[in-house]
């Protein structure tokens, strides 16, 4: 029986990353779409989020199952707790994907100068990387430097905003392809905050400790 439920459990875990790697790779495929243009890859991200919604309803019966079915304690019920949570939040970001790709057509030619674009995406991209990696290798640290990498993306985020307004109000003719890249920088934003979802119940699973609204402590 304990091997049987050691087996389900490694096949939640397996599940979980697989999924996170079909995620990832509408992050590249958006990312890429961005930059270049290309109409091809974010047809392609929407073709792909059909796949992860799938996932999440398959993972998510799993967890019930065994909740239901084997009565799992301590780490072996915190894992599970924390999947029910960390899944929705990887097809949250399939879903910011879409969001992304649908917005291609609309941003270019290039109104933002330098790579402040760029960045935010490849900053993003890392989190979500470095969050899945915190989970599959049990690795705490690596979940506190998601956490603590989420500043760097709203500096970000709140620099290109700017930028783009400023675009707007010296050139009426970029407002509608700004406004676009506006919804574009909020959903790599949005991604960072579930890579950053992600790593706090990673930090859950392994140490039993909620870090979420830590101001709610110094009160």
């Known amino acids: 029986m304990v091997r049987h439920f050691d087996s389900e459990l490694q096949e939640l875990r397996d599940g979980l990353m697989a999924m996170a790697g079909q995620v990832e790779e509408m992050i590249d495929l958006s990312r890429a779409a961005v930059s270049e243009g290309s109409t091809a890859m974010a ?4 073709e792909l989020d059909r796949k992860v919604d799938e996932q999440e ?3 998510d019966q799993a967890c019930i199952d065994l909740l239901a079915l084997r009565s799992p304690i301590a780490t072996d019920l915190r894992l599970i707790a924390s999947s029910l949570k960390i899944i929705p939040e990887i097809e949250r970001i399939g879903d910011h ?3 992304i790709a649908r917005r291609v057509p609309f941003i270019h030619p290039p109104i933002l100068a330098g790579d402040s674009l760029e960045r935010l995406a490849g ?3 890392g989190m979500v990387r470095q969050a899945v990696d915190a ?3 049990g690795n705490a640290e690596l979940a506190r430097k998601v956490i603590q990498d989420d500043d760097k993306v709203d500096a970000l985020y709140v620099q290109i ?4 307004l400023r675009i707007m109000l010296a050139d009426p003719l970029c407002i509608e392809r700004a406004s676009h890249l506006i919804l574009v920088i909020k959903n790599w934003e ?5 890579a950053t ?10 140490e039993g400790v909620n870090v979420k609204h830590p101001y709610l402590s110094r009160s």
Do not use: G, H, M
Request: hydrophobic content about 45%; some cysteine; aromatic content about 8%.
């Open 97 to 99: 994907c879409c969001n």
């Open 123 to 125: 900053e993003t991209r």
């Open 43 to 46: 047809e392609r991200v929407t």
């Open 197 to 206: 979802n992600i790593a706090e119940e990673v930090l859950f699973i392994l």
């Open 135 to 137: 989970f599959v290798n």
């Open 57 to 59: 309803l398959k993972l």
């Open 190 to 194: 949005r991604i960072a905050d579930q």
């Open 161 to 164: 905003y700017k930028d783009l």
